[in-house]
C-alpha cells in the first residue's frame, strides 16, 4: 500500500479494476508457463515493533524518529509503532545467521536513537500498558494512506469497530477508527515458494499454524485485561471487521481470517477468491498494463493485485514479488506470529517454522484428503486462546499442544533445517528454546501471566502491567529466552518515578459504581458488601454525576430511603489519564479528599484513593 499514492474505492473504480482483472489475468498466464524464479529459495521479515517512554507507556513521538534511522524502516499506522523490513536472504545454512545480524544491527541503532530522546523500543505482541487513550485519532501517523484506509473501512463498516473478547477476563470496547490495529505487533515470516509445490505447502502451512501459535504466544494482555493467550488474534480481527450486524445471517467473511478451505489448484486461486469475497476499499493511479508488459517479455509487478490484497489480512497470506534476479515469485507470509520476547526468541520461531515448512512428510502432501479444513481452523484458534496448555485435533488424535510439538513437530522441522544445511549446533540451539518452553510450560504469554495475577493482585492492574512491561525491558535488553526469565517478586515495594509516571499507568478500573436513581439503602449495602469508601455515581448515559462517601453516610436516620442525588457530593474534582501522578498526590493533599476519579469526555474511567498513593511510594 505504502508504494501507491491510495485513494478510496469509489475513485477510478472501473479503471482500477480493469487493471486488477489484466494482474490475475498476467498472473495465471505466469504460472502456465513456469515464468517463476527457479533453483533459489528466500527467507524474509518484517519486525513490528513499539516504543516506550521513561514510564513505560506507549510514546507517540516514536514516528519521528524515522528521519534518524535507516531505510529497514518505516511507518506503521500508530504514530508509537515502527517496522523493520529485513532484506530477504538465500535459505541455507547461514539464512538466520544473516537475519539475525541485521536485526540485531538495527535494533541497536534504534535503541542508540531512542535513548537520546528518551524512548525504548519493545518487543511484544501488546504492549500491555497500552490504554484506549493511546488509541484515539491523535494518536494515528498523519499520512494520506491511513486516512483514506480509516476513511474506506469506517465506510464499509457503517459505524464504530467493537470489541468482545471472553478470556479469563472480558473486554467490551468500541472504537470510531481503525486505532485498534496499532495495538497489535508482529514478527511477520516470508517464504519464498515455488508455484509447482504452492497448495501443498500453503495447506501445510496453515495445518501447523496452530502448534507454532502455541509455541510463539506472547499477548495475554490488553486493557490491563488477562484475555486470550494471543489476544492479538481476536483484536486484530475485530479491529477491522467491516462486516455490519445486518449481513450476519448471511455466510460473509472478515478481511482478517484464517480462510475457509484448502487450497486445492493454482495458488492465483487464492488472489481471485479474495477479489470475489472482498470489496475493494482502496484504488491507486495504476500506470502499467501487466499483460502488455507480459507480451513485451518485461516481468509485470501487478500494482492492481498487491494493492488490493494487503487490505486482506490472512493469517498465512500468499505474496507476489520480483527477485532481485528480474524475475517473479511467490512467498507465503505467517502474519500469526507475535513479536517478542527477545531477538534470541524470535530466531527460533523463525528456525521452527521454516524447518517445519521445509520438513513436510509425504504424507501432508494431499491434506484435503486426509484433515477436514475446519479442523485446521478450530486447532488454530484453541491455541490462540491457552497456547501450550491448548488441546488439538492432531492426525485424528486429542493431543496437548505441547505433545504435538515435542512428539510430531521438533524432529520434522529438525529434518526442515537440516536439508537446508544448519549444523547441528545451531539446529540445537533454536530448536532447544522451543523444546524447553513445551517442558516448562513457558512461552510469552505463560510468563506474562504468571506475573500479572500476584502483581494485579496485590497493586491493582495499573501497577501490575507497568512492572510487567519494565520486566520485558529488562528481559530484552538480557537477551535471555523467555522461558529462562525470572519471575518478578511481587513482594518488593516498588519505587514509581512521580516526575514520569501519570495518573493513566496506575489507577484501578476495577470500580463499583451505582446509579443516580437507586436508593441511599443501596448504596449502604454497596460501600458495606465491596468495602469501599467511595461509590461514583453515574447517570444513565454513563456520566459521572457525583460521588458518595462514608462521610455522606453518618447521621442519616436508619430506614433513610431518599435517592443518592440528596446526598452525593456534586462538586468533583477529577484528573484525566494524562495528569502526572506527582500532580495528583498534590491535588488529594490540597482538596483533602480521599480519592480522585480520573475521567474521559465525562465518564469515569479509573480512580486512585489515598490508600493507593501510600501503597505505591508511602508518605507521599
Same mark, same amino acid.
Given at each position: 500500500?505504502?508504494?501507491?499514492?491510495?485513494?478510496?474505492?469509489?475513485?477510478?473504480?472501473?479503471?482500477?479494476?480493469?487493471?486488477?482483472?489484466?494482474?490475475?489475468?498476467?498472473?495465471?498466464?505466469?504460472?502456465?508457463? =513456469?515464468?517463476?524464479?527457479?533453483?533459489?529459495?528466500?527467507?524474509?521479515?518484517?519486525?513490528?515493533?513499539?516504543?516506550?517512554?521513561?514510564?513505560?507507556?506507549?510514546?507517540?513521538?516514536?514516528?519521528? *524518529?524515522?528521519?534518524?534511522?535507516?531505510?529497514?524502516?518505516?511507518?506503521?499506522?500508530?504514530?508509537?509503532?515502527?517496522?523493520?523490513?529485513?532484506?530477504?536472504?538465500?535459505?541455507?545454512?547461514?539464512?538466520?545467521?544473516?537475519?539475525?545480524?541485521?536485526?540485531?544491527?538495527? *535494533?541497536?541503532?534504534?535503541?542508540?536513537?531512542?535513548?537520546? =530522546?528518551?524512548?525504548?523500543?519493545?518487543?511484544?505482541?501488546?504492549?500491555?500498558?497500552?490504554?484506549?487513550?493511546?488509541?484515539?485519532?491523535?494518536?494515528?501517523?498523519?499520512?494520506?494512506?491511513?486516512?483514506?484506509?480509516?476513511?474506506?473501512?469506517?465506510?464499509?463498516?457503517?459505524?464504530?469497530?467493537?470489541?468482545? @473478547?471472553?478470556?479469563?477476563?472480558?473486554?467490551?470496547?468500541?472504537?470510531?477508527?481503525?486505532?485498534?490495529?496499532?495495538?497489535?505487533?508482529?514478527?511477520?515470516?516470508?517464504?519464498?515458494?515455488?508455484?509447482?509445490?504452492?497448495?501443498?505447502?500453503?495447506?501445510?502451512?496453515?495445518?501447523?499454524?496452530?502448534?507454532?501459535?502455541?509455541?510463539?504466544?506472547?499477548?495475554?494482555?490488553?486493557?490491563?485485561?488477562?484475555?486470550?493467550?494471543?489476544?492479538?488474534?481476536?483484536?486484530?480481527?475485530?479491529?477491522?471487521?467491516?462486516?455490519?450486524?445486518?449481513?450476519?445471517?448471511?455466510?460473509?467473511?472478515?478481511?482478517?481470517?484464517?480462510?475457509?478451505?484448502?487450497?486445492?489448484?493454482?495458488?492465483?486461486?487464492?488472489?481471485?477468491?479474495?477479489?470475489?469475497?472482498?470489496?475493494?476499499?482502496?484504488?491507486?493511479?495504476?500506470?502499467?498494463?501487466?499483460?502488455?508488459?507480459?507480451?513485451?517479455?518485461?516481468?509485470?509487478?501487478?500494482?492492481?493485485?498487491?494493492?488490493?490484497?494487503?487490505?486482506?489480512?490472512?493469517?498465512?497470506?500468499?505474496?507476489?514479488?520480483?527477485?532481485?534476479?528480474?524475475?517473479?515469485?511467490?512467498? @507465503?507470509?505467517?502474519?500469526?506470529?507475535?513479536?517478542?520476547?527477545?531477538?534470541?526468541?524470535?530466531?527460533?520461531?523463525?528456525?521452527?517454522?521454516?524447518?517445519?515448512?521445509?520438513?513436510?512428510?509425504?504424507?501432508?502432501?494431499?491434506?484435503?484428503?486426509?484433515?477436514?479444513?475446519?479442523?485446521?481452523?478450530?486447532?488454530?484458534?484453541?491455541?490462540?486462546?491457552?497456547?501450550?496448555?491448548?488441546?488439538?485435533?492432531?492426525?485424528?488424535?486429542?493431543?496437548?499442544?505441547?505433545?504435538?510439538?515435542?512428539?510430531?513437530?521438533?524432529?520434522?522441522?529438525?529434518?526442515?533445517?537440516?536439508?537446508?544445511?544448519?549444523?547441528?549446533?545451531?539446529?540445537?540451539? =533454536?530448536?532447544? @528454546?522451543?523444546?524447553?518452553?513445551?517442558?516448562?510450560?513457558?512461552?510469552?504469554?505463560?510468563?506474562?501471566?504468571?506475573?500479572?495475577?500476584?502483581?494485579?493482585?496485590?497493586?491493582?492492574?495499573?501497577?501490575?502491567?507497568?512492572?510487567?512491561?519494565?520486566?520485558?525491558?529488562?528481559?530484552?535488553?538480557?537477551?535471555?529466552?523467555?522461558?529462562?526469565?525470572?519471575?518478578?517478586?511481587?513482594?518488593?515495594?516498588?519505587?514509581?518515578?512521580?516526575?514520569?509516571?501519570?495518573?493513566?499507568?496506575?489507577?484501578?478500573?476495577?470500580?463499583?459504581?451505582?446509579?443516580?436513581?437507586?436508593?441511599?439503602?443501596?448504596?449502604?449495602?454497596?460501600?458495606?458488601?465491596?468495602?469501599?469508601?467511595?461509590?461514583?455515581?453515574?447517570?444513565? =448515559?454513563?456520566?459521572?454525576?457525583?460521588?458518595?462517601?462514608?462521610?455522606?453516610?453518618?447521621?442519616?436516620?436508619?430506614?433513610?430511603?431518599?435517592?443518592?442525588?440528596?446526598?452525593?457530593?456534586?462538586?468533583?474534582?477529577?484528573?484525566?489519564?494524562?495528569?502526572?501522578?506527582?500532580?495528583?498526590?498534590?491535588?488529594?493533599?490540597?482538596?483533602?479528599?480521599?480519592?480522585?476519579?480520573?475521567?474521559?469526555?465525562?465518564?469515569?474511567?479509573?480512580?486512585?484513593?489515598?490508600?493507593?498513593?501510600?501503597?505505591?511510594?508511602?508518605?507521599?
Amino acid at each position: 500500500m505504502g508504494e501507491l499514492l491510495v485513494k478510496p474505492a469509489h475513485v477510478n473504480r472501473k479503471t482500477y479494476m480493469r487493471h486488477l482483472l489484466r494482474d490475475v489475468e498476467a498472473l495465471d498466464e505466469m504460472i502456465l508457463a =513456469h515464468a517463476f524464479e527457479k533453483g533459489r529459495q528466500r527467507i524474509g521479515a518484517e519486525q513490528e515493533l513499539n516504543m516506550v517512554d521513561e514510564s513505560a507507556q506507549p510514546d507517540s513521538r516514536a514516528y519521528t *524518529l524515522l528521519n534518524e534511522l535507516p531505510d529497514e524502516f518505516t511507518y506503521e499506522i500508530g504514530r508509537f509503532n515502527l517496522e523493520a523490513n529485513l532484506d530477504p536472504f538465500d535459505l541455507n545454512g547461514q539464512a538466520f545467521q544473516r537475519t539475525e545480524h541485521q536485526l540485531r544491527q538495527l *535494533l541497536s541503532t534504534l535503541y542508540e536513537v531512542g535513548e537520546r =530522546h528518551q524512548m525504548r523500543p519493545i518487543l511484544t505482541g501488546i504492549l500491555p500498558t497500552i490504554h484506549p487513550c493511546h488509541l484515539t485519532e491523535e494518536h494515528r501517523v498523519p499520512l494520506d494512506r491511513f486516512d483514506v484506509l480509516n476513511e474506506s473501512l469506517l465506510r464499509s463498516r457503517g459505524g464504530q469497530f467493537e470489541l468482545n @473478547i471472553s478470556g479469563t477476563d472480558d473486554l467490551t470496547a468500541a472504537l470510531p477508527s481503525v486505532m485498534y490495529e496499532a495495538a497489535n505487533t508482529s514478527w511477520q515470516l516470508h517464504l519464498q515458494i515455488d508455484p509447482n509445490d504452492f497448495a501443498e505447502a500453503y495447506n501445510w502451512a496453515q495445518y501447523i499454524a496452530a502448534p507454532v501459535l502455541a509455541a510463539t504466544a506472547n499477548s495475554p494482555l490488553f486493557f490491563g485485561r488477562e484475555l486470550w493467550h494471543e489476544t492479538r488474534i481476536a483484536l486484530f480481527q475485530q479491529s477491522i471487521d467491516t462486516r455490519r450486524s445486518s449481513y450476519q445471517v448471511r455466510d460473509r467473511h472478515n478481511r482478517v481470517n484464517f480462510g475457509r478451505e484448502w487450497l486445492k489448484g493454482s495458488p492465483a486461486l487464492l488472489f481471485k477468491d479474495n477479489i470475489t469475497r472482498f470489496p475493494l476499499l482502496l484504488t491507486g493511479d495504476i500506470k502499467e498494463d501487466a499483460l502488455s508488459s507480459l507480451q513485451q517479455g518485461k516481468t509485470p509487478k501487478l500494482r492492481a493485485l498487491n494493492l488490493h490484497n494487503g487490505t486482506i489480512y490472512s493469517w498465512n497470506r500468499t505474496c507476489y514479488g520480483i527477485s532481485d534476479t528480474g524475475f517473479p515469485h511467490l512467498r @507465503i507470509e505467517a502474519r500469526y506470529v507475535p513479536c517478542g520476547p527477545t531477538v534470541v526468541d524470535e530466531i527460533a520461531n523463525f528456525a521452527f517454522w521454516v524447518g517445519l515448512m521445509k520438513g513436510m512428510p509425504p504424507q501432508y502432501a494431499n491434506l484435503p484428503d486426509k484433515v477436514p479444513f475446519k479442523t485446521a481452523k478450530s486447532n488454530f484458534y484453541q491455541a490462540a486462546r491457552t497456547s501450550l496448555y491448548a488441546t488439538l485435533d492432531w492426525d485424528g488424535q486429542h493431543k496437548t499442544a505441547r505433545e504435538v510439538i515435542l512428539e510430531n513437530l521438533l524432529p520434522l522441522a529438525k529434518e526442515g533445517l537440516e536439508k537446508v544445511g544448519l549444523s547441528d549446533a545451531e539446529i540445537s540451539k =533454536h530448536l532447544g @528454546i522451543i523444546e524447553r518452553r513445551c517442558r516448562t510450560k513457558a512461552n510469552g504469554a505463560s510468563w506474562m501471566i504468571r506475573n500479572f495475577r500476584p502483581l494485579s493482585a496485590n497493586f491493582g492492574s495499573g501497577v501490575a502491567v507497568r512492572e510487567v512491561t519494565e520486566a520485558m525491558l529488562e528481559g530484552q535488553r538480557a537477551d535471555t529466552p523467555v522461558h529462562n526469565w525470572p519471575a518478578i517478586d511481587s513482594s518488593r515495594v516498588f519505587t514509581v518515578r512521580k516526575g514520569h509516571t501519570t495518573v493513566g499507568s496506575v489507577m484501578k478500573t476495577d470500580l463499583f459504581t451505582i446509579r443516580d436513581a437507586e436508593p441511599i439503602s443501596f448504596a449502604k449495602a454497596v460501600m458495606k458488601w465491596k468495602k469501599v469508601r467511595h461509590l461514583p455515581v453515574e447517570d444513565e =448515559h454513563g456520566n459521572l454525576v457525583g460521588l458518595i462517601t462514608k462521610t455522606n453516610l453518618q447521621g442519616l436516620p436508619e430506614g433513610a430511603n431518599h435517592d443518592v442525588t440528596e446526598i452525593m457530593v456534586k462538586e468533583l474534582v477529577t484528573a484525566d489519564q494524562y495528569t502526572p501522578l506527582q500532580e495528583a498526590a498534590r491535588i488529594i493533599k490540597d482538596h483533602r479528599i480521599g480519592c480522585l476519579p480520573v475521567v474521559r469526555e465525562g465518564q469515569l474511567i479509573g480512580m486512585l484513593t489515598d490508600t493507593d498513593f501510600r501503597a505505591l511510594f508511602g508518605n507521599y
